[in-house]
């Protein structure tokens, strides 16, 4: 025998064999799945998208939680604003930590705290109701309720 007739030859044609089946554009078995090819326009569009819905979403987050802040930032000013006037105010007596308070304003433009509450006067409060405080431990205030289209 000589060695040209002991070489195997393959049967089947090199150009439909391959070493590596899953990189085939269709299904390289009987059992296979059908595999379509897409445009790629197709899946860039809809990659797309979602893209732009999924930053949709959270643009739309991110401006709910801007308008948090400025709400906080606009509580944060009349807080301010309202403990500003209360330290401006005649205090005829020593405010106690976790007490409740009233802001007055008198014809005048100063401002008073005072202990009595508006509907505690007997013939209506003598002075514009400004706000009702709270003093914090940490000698800030806690405002209640307030009247801040007066202020």
Do not use: C
């Amino acid at each position: 025998m000589s060695n040209e007739e002991t070489e195997f030859q393959n049967p089947i044609d090199a150009d439909k064999v391959t070493q590596n089946p899953s990189t085939l554009p269709y299904a390289h078995t009987v059992g296979g799945f059908v595999i379509k090819p897409t445009e790629q326009g197709q899946i860039k569009g809809k990659a797309l998208a979602a893209m732009e819905q999924q930053t949709d979403r959270q643009r739309l987050q991110l401006f709910e939680q801007m308008k948090t802040l400025a709400e906080q930032a606009k509580a944060l000013d009349i807080r301010t604003e309202i403990s500003r006037n209360i330290y401006e105010a005649e205090i005829p007596f020593e405010p106690v930590i976790g007490h409740t308070y009233y802001v007055y304003r008198r014809k005048n433009g100063t401002y008073l705290l005072s202990l009595i509450a508006p509907r505690e006067w007997r013939k209506g409060a003598p002075f514009q109701y400004m706000a009702e405080v709270y003093l914090l431990a940490d000698h800030t205030w806690e405002i209640l309720n307030e009247n801040i289209e007066e202020f």
